[in-house]
């Protein structure tokens, strides 16, 4: 009992502490850190659509999808990593709960190096297929532990805007995936497909990352509430700096549970509503997200552009990708998120009926960065949002329950944009995205709680 009381005192002050940082270099250091972590996360998530028309040109993947789920189609190649996805923020999300935000925020980068440069030799649909599920999983895992570390590691002031920094470096991963299939896709440096060079790319660049981020610390909110006190009380030490400590009053009692957190929690007031929500929520929002950026190339030689020239618009609509939460950034904390969300869905569905109906170059690359910009909103704001509505114990397991039901969406709207996009054709496809986004802007804007400049621990209670 004596135990669990001071752990219960600990993971107070250290919660309050936490909120009196001030936005020092310490702290958007790692931020930085953890970003780029998460930078070829996203090189691997975007560069689906990107290397698509490469498969399809060396044969290893057929263009159209024959049957409702064939294997030997680009929806399949979508649908392995996002079955991978699933697996690893559904089945594994806990593991960052138990072990700690940095263990597996490294582990797991180092699973997804590995099993694609082994894709990246493979020499039929179901090789490659098989290795881009195997680096879903880690994939999922690190995407969700770098939302729970974020969300633990900045003051509440600072949320949204660490959120917003932390997406707009990861997104920088677009252009540059963009730019190097624009290069290489098309072409066959020293006899080898232009697509496995990218994927090469991005796996080594993954090793680099995990070098760099070796000093990023523990979550202190993380080592307090598994009792580490000591060692929670240096991590914090050194994001304060110089600043003495002072004592500060110890937080609500919804984040003072020493205990470990259980799956069963999540379906408990006052979780289970926002449960409910982000299950919604994460079922829709990426059948326009994905919807767009993974098929964006098809979509556009589908409109008669040739290979070459949709890797070339595909690369200048990229370039805005990593600037949409850059403008949102000065919003990030005076806006309440989940009207930001709401707005960014809204502007989705608008854009995308028009760019349905667009075939000139210029409109349609205009109405791509606009939709490309309205995407990246959504992402970031929603990212910090759904790791806001857990306490420390249960987030990432949580978050990572919540967010895999986007992952299964995108296995199974993969093949139902495929099948959209064979019958009624590029106005057709945005049509149901439009849908979707409305049913984002529902659930988020009628079921979502107030999050902003809130502490953890309050929004937790």
Not at 59 to 66: D, I, K, N
Not at 209 to 234: C, K, N, T, Y
Not at 294 to 300: D, H, M
Not at 440 to 449: C, D, E, H, N, T
Request: hydrophobic share 55%; net charge positive; glycine share 10%.
């Amino acid at each position: 009992m004596e135990t669990a009381s001071a752990t219960r005192e600990g993971l107070g002050d250290i919660g309050a502490r936490l909120d009196q940082l001030s936005a020092s270099r310490a702290i958007w250091t790692r931020v930085v850190l953890l970003s780029l972590g998460g930078c070829f996360e996203y090189y691997d998530l975007f560069l689906t659509g990107y290397v698509a028309p490469g498969l399809v040109r060396s044969g290893v993947l057929t263009p159209t999808t024959p049957g409702l789920f064939g294997t030997s189609g680009v929806a399949s190649f979508v649908a392995a990593l996002f079955a991978g996805l699933f697996v690893g923020t559904a089945l594994f999300g806990f593991v960052a709960d138990r072990f700690g935000r940095k263990t597996i925020f490294t582990y797991s980068l180092i699973w997804y190096a590995v099993a694609s440069v082994v894709m990246a030799f493979q020499t039929d649909a179901f090789g490659l297929n098989l290795w881009r599920f195997i680096a879903g999983v880690g994939i999922g895992v690190e995407l969700v532990t770098i939302d729970a570390y974020i969300a633990e590691l900045v003051p509440a002031a600072l949320r949204g805007r660490a959120f917003a920094y932390n997406s707009a470096i990861q997104f920088v991963a677009v252009p540059v995936v963009a730019f190097l299939a624009w290069l290489l896709v098309p072409n066959a440096p020293l006899g080898m497909d232009g697509w496995r060079w990218v994927v090469l790319i991005g796996s080594l660049g993954a090793v680099f990352v995990w070098w760099i981020r070796r000093g990023v610390p523990e979550s202190p909110r993380w080592l307090a509430q598994h009792g580490r006190l000591e060692e929670a009380d240096r991590a914090l030490s050194a994001l304060e700096g110089a600043k003495p400590s002072i004592a500060l009053p110890t937080a609500p009692a919804g984040e003072t549970n020493p205990q470990p957190g259980r799956f069963g929690e999540i379906w408990r007031s006052p979780y289970l509503a926002r449960t409910v929500m982000l299950i919604i929520f994460n079922i829709f929002q990426t059948v326009g997200f994905y919807g767009f950026s993974n098929w964006v190339p098809t979509l556009l030689i589908e409109q008669g552009i040739s290979i070459t020239k949709s890797l070339q618009y595909t690369f200048i609509i990229a370039i805005a990708a990593p600037f949409g939460p850059l403008i949102a950034s000065a919003l990030g904390d005076k806006v309440e998120r989940k009207w930001l969300i709401v707005v960014a869905a809204f502007a989705i569905a608008v854009f995308g009926i028009i760019f349905g109906q667009t075939t000139a170059a210029v409109p349609l690359i205009a109405l791509g960065v606009l939709l490309t910009l309205s995407n990246n909103i959504l992402s970031f704001a929603f990212h910090g949002y759904q790791a806001e509505l857990y306490p420390t114990r249960i987030r990432a397991m949580a978050v990572g329950f919540v967010y895999s039901w986007s992952r299964l969406s995108v296995v199974f709207s993969a093949f139902l944009i495929a099948d959209t996009l064979h019958w009624f054709g590029v106005a057709g496809v945005f049509t149901l995205i439009a849908g979707s986004m409305g049913i984002v802007m529902v659930s988020i804007g009628a079921l979502g709680p107030r999050t902003s400049n809130l502490s953890l621990d309050a929004i937790s209670k």
